[in-house]
């Protein structure tokens, strides 16, 4: 992994992250209306009323085979729904994992101004000021925290 794939990948950590929970969401409810699907029943009342009997000549009805056909037809769109969502749900989830692996690796103060300046997109003068204030009761200059979260990204990189 070069360090600018890293960085991306680091960059759009929190975007793949929320979309790996969607796609995990739809892929559970396309798996919920797979299984309804299976359990469909087919079977037709008639209907009493006057000439309720008497159909058109000119079409022939088969109300039992259209819908067998139609469940047919959106259980296989469903299969392929569900084919789809499980490749971006992968997709997704070894982009997160490389993320989380690679994060735990690091120190406390490595990863949470690392964390800061990628993926919640904080300036250096910033996290300085404040996260580091905040974490450590004392303040660093924008170039001191440029070179801790460089060398926690080389970190990254090594493993």
Do not use: C, P, W
Request: hydrophobic share 35%; aromatic share 6%.
């Amino acid at each position: 992994m070069t360090k600018e794939e890293l960085i991306i990948l680091l960059r759009d950590y929190k975007e793949n992250k929320a979309k790996l929970n969607i796609r995990l969401k739809e892929l559970k409810l396309a798996k919920i209306v797979l299984e309804s699907l299976k359990e469909v029943d087919v079977s037709l009342t008639t209907m009493i009323e006057i000439n309720g009997d008497i159909h058109s000549k000119n079409k022939i009805s088969d109300k039992v085979g259209k819908q067998v056909e139609k469940n047919d037809e959106t259980r296989r769109e469903k299969e392929e729904e569900i084919e789809n969502l499980e490749k971006q749900v992968k997709e997704l989830r070894e982009k997160v994992e490389a993320v989380e692996d690679r994060l735990e690796s690091l120190k406390y103060k490595e990863r949470e101004l690392l964390y800061a300046y990628y993926i919640e997109g904080r300036t250096y003068q910033d996290i300085g000021n404040n996260l580091y204030f905040k974490l450590f009761n004392q303040t660093r200059d924008g170039d001191t925290i440029k070179k801790i979260v460089e060398k926690a990204t080389n970190k990254m990189l090594n493993l």
